[in-house]
């Protein structure tokens, strides 16, 4: 006698209802040997749909408990045949029972340079919003109520402030990127990452100095040599810590009636880069080394090393908050305040987006008010 499937529903809490299966005659329990006649799917859908993303939500989940119900049909009345579109069902289901967390922390191992911090940080996040999240958890209302966790949880640098809006920001970024690849690897059967919107970024204001202040700083002492000519040498070409940091003197070049150059691969980016550096700027590197030596070995990025950034900063009698990162905002500012062109200093500094450059344009529309509202004509 063949077995009929029929997928039924049963109201549940919350204005749900509970996905189950209704085998007639009953079946055997794989895990009790007892007979039964309903499977519960752990599914569930919303019998009053509210918006968009609810009523997605509902047809995607009965599609696949649909495909669950045939599934089984065919296993109990020709378990010998099944189509390729019921094995990639079997396959999904069986991928939804699949962490993602984990496959977030494997995707997070995978990151090197100042992008594993932020992986790192993202994965902290994403287990504090739920540490047993798997695949077939992840909907459009759900990526929703992870934004909105991430905009309201508390920092984790301190219990009294919730997380930067860029912070936030940047962590739902690394989730975006691991869902575009999960739906590549065959573990989502929708593209999540292009259905969910980002979080916006919030502007941030750029501290700089003047050329005033750059020279003052030039003639100030430092305690820490290194990390004076690195941060004068940032100044002097835009580079990140990161990318001074890593610098070799392989990667320097001098090509007779142009100058010098550096070619390299940006740290944050990778983009791979010729940039032309003046001879002022080389003076900086000191005497050179063999080819494979760091040009500022010994540089770190550390609360110790900060110190001696504030103390630098402190003594040249400059009160702005300025961090190392400063110096590379201080180049493009000054440029842009010279004439250079926007598109010019775009691709001096690396970046992909002239959007990216464009807040240095704001910055110096504000000296330009500023400097026209210095004459004041006696009335």
Same mark, same amino acid.
């Given at each position: 006698?063949?077995?009929?499937?029929?997928?039924?529903?049963?109201?549940?809490?919350? #204005?749900?209802?509970?996905?189950?299966?209704?085998?007639?005659?009953?079946?055997?329990?794989?895990? &009790?040997?007892?007979?039964?006649?309903?499977?519960?799917?752990?599914?569930?859908?919303?019998?009053?749909?509210?918006?968009?993303?609810?009523?997605?939500?509902? &047809?995607?989940?009965? %599609?696949?408990?649909?495909?669950?119900?045939?599934?089984?049909?065919?296993?109990?009345?020709?378990?010998?045949?099944? /189509?390729?579109?019921?094995?990639?069902?079997?396959?999904?289901?069986?991928? #939804?029972?699949?962490?993602? /967390?984990?496959?977030?922390?494997?995707?997070?191992? %995978?990151?090197?340079?100042?992008?594993?911090?932020?992986?790192?940080?993202?994965?902290?996040?994403? @287990?504090?919003?739920?540490?047993?999240?798997?695949?077939?958890?992840?909907?459009?209302?759900?990526?929703?109520?992870?934004?909105?966790?991430?905009?309201?949880?508390?920092?984790?640098? /301190?219990?009294?402030? $919730?997380?930067?809006?860029?912070?936030? +920001?940047?962590?739902?970024?690394?989730? @975006?990127?691991?869902?575009?690849?999960?739906?590549?690897? #065959?573990?989502? +059967?929708?593209?999540?990452?292009?259905?969910?919107?980002?979080?916006?970024?919030?502007?941030?204001?750029?501290?700089?100095? $003047?050329?005033?202040?750059?020279?003052?700083?030039?003639?100030?002492?430092?305690?820490?040599?290194?990390? @004076?000519?690195?941060?004068?040498?940032?100044?002097?070409?835009?580079?990140?810590?990161?990318?001074?940091?890593?610098?070799?003197?392989?990667?320097?070049?001098?090509?007779?009636?142009?100058?010098?150059?550096?070619?390299?691969?940006?740290?944050?980016? %990778?983009?791979?880069?010729?940039?032309?550096? /003046?001879?002022?700027?080389?003076?900086?590197?000191?005497?050179?080394?063999?080819?494979?030596?760091?040009?500022?070995?010994?540089?770190?990025?550390?609360?110790?090393?900060? %110190?001696?950034?504030?103390?630098?900063?402190?003594?040249?009698?400059? &009160?702005?908050?300025?961090?190392?990162?400063?110096?590379?905002?201080?180049?493009?500012?000054?440029?842009?305040?010279?004439?250079?062109?926007?598109?010019?200093?775009?691709?001096?500094?690396?970046?992909?987006?002239?959007?990216?450059?464009?807040?240095?344009?704001?910055?110096?529309?504000?000296?330009?008010?500023?400097?026209?509202?210095?004459?004041?004509?006696?009335?």
């Amino acid at each position: 006698m063949a077995i009929k499937v029929a997928l039924r529903q049963k109201s549940i809490t919350n #204005g749900r209802k509970s996905l189950y299966l209704d085998f007639y005659p009953a079946v055997p329990n794989p895990e &009790t040997g007892e007979t039964t006649r309903r499977e519960f799917l752990g599914m569930y859908i919303f019998v009053n749909p509210k918006n968009p993303i609810d009523k997605q939500h509902n &047809t995607e989940q009965i %599609k696949i408990a649909e495909s669950i119900r045939h599934q089984r049909e065919n296993h109990f009345n020709k378990p010998e045949i099944y /189509s390729q579109y019921e094995k990639q069902q079997l396959r999904l289901k069986e991928n #939804g029972e699949k962490s993602f /967390s984990e496959y977030f922390e494997k995707l997070a191992d %995978k990151r090197t340079g100042t992008n594993t911090d932020n992986w790192a940080a993202a994965l902290k996040y994403l @287990k504090q919003f739920n540490s047993k999240l798997k695949f077939a958890d992840l909907n459009e209302r759900l990526l929703e109520d992870l934004k909105e966790f991430l905009l309201t949880v508390k920092s984790s640098r /301190s219990d009294k402030t $919730t997380l930067a809006q860029n912070s936030a +920001q940047a962590y739902f970024n690394k989730v @975006k990127a691991a869902l575009k690849q999960a739906f590549k690897d #065959g573990m989502l +059967q929708t593209d999540l990452n292009a259905k969910i919107p980002p979080i916006k970024a919030e502007e941030t204001r750029r501290v700089y100095l $003047t050329l005033e202040e750059l020279n003052k700083l030039v003639k100030t002492p430092c305690n820490n040599d290194l990390l @004076k000519r690195a941060a004068l040498f940032s100044a002097l070409t835009g580079l990140r810590h990161s990318d001074i940091k890593k610098m070799k003197w392989s990667e320097l070049e001098f090509v007779a009636g142009q100058g010098y150059f550096l070619n390299f691969d940006q740290q944050k980016t %990778k983009g791979v880069e010729v940039l032309p550096i /003046s001879e002022q700027a080389y003076s900086l590197l000191g005497e050179p080394g063999e080819p494979s030596a760091q040009v500022f070995s010994g540089l770190k990025y550390s609360a110790y090393q900060n %110190k001696h950034l504030f103390q630098w900063i402190g003594a040249a009698g400059i &009160t702005k908050d300025i961090t190392f990162h400063s110096f590379r905002h201080t180049y493009a500012t000054i440029l842009l305040s010279k004439g250079t062109s926007i598109y010019t200093v775009s691709k001096m500094l690396g970046h992909k987006d002239l959007k990216t450059t464009q807040i240095y344009a704001k910055i110096i529309d504000e000296v330009k008010r500023e400097a026209s509202n210095k004459i004041i004509l006696d009335f």
